[in-house]
């Protein structure tokens, strides 16, 4: 498996391509604060500006969860670019969140910048 540093940003972006999230929580947990927080170093450090985060808490919204499909807590949605990807928990696992959400492309220029 490769490590987290063989990934670059995304070269979409000087297309100016937006990448829209939804995050769905319970509440103001550390868990929920810490999947928030994780999510936005990484969009942050790999998307620039180009990105959108909707905080959705289901304990003053429960019948989103219905509607959404969301069936554990914290879920992150990515809406755009399609197709949507979905991740469950924390966030604290970057390569995951990275692969899981296609925000990466692996760089085959070994003597590259690295992250």
């Known amino acids: 498996m490769e490590n987290v540093e063989s990934y670059e940003p995304v070269q979409a972006l000087a297309s100016n391509d937006h990448w829209e999230f939804k995050l769905y929580v319970a509440g103001h947990t550390d868990r929920s604060i810490q999947a928030f927080e994780n999510l936005q170093k990484v969009c942050e450090e790999y998307l620039r500006e180009q990105y959108n985060i909707e905080v959705i808490?289901?304990?003053?919204?429960?019948?989103?969860?219905?509607?959404?499909?969301?069936?554990?807590?914290?879920?992150?949605?990515r809406k755009l670019p399609t197709p949507f990807k979905k991740i469950i928990g924390d966030l604290s696992n970057k390569e995951k969140i990275l692969v899981g959400l296609e925000i990466h492309k692996f760089s085959t220029n070994q003597g590259g910048d690295q992250l």
């Open 57 to 77: 808490d289901l304990l003053e919204n429960p019948q989103i969860a219905k509607q959404d499909q969301i069936i554990a807590l914290p879920t992150l949605v």
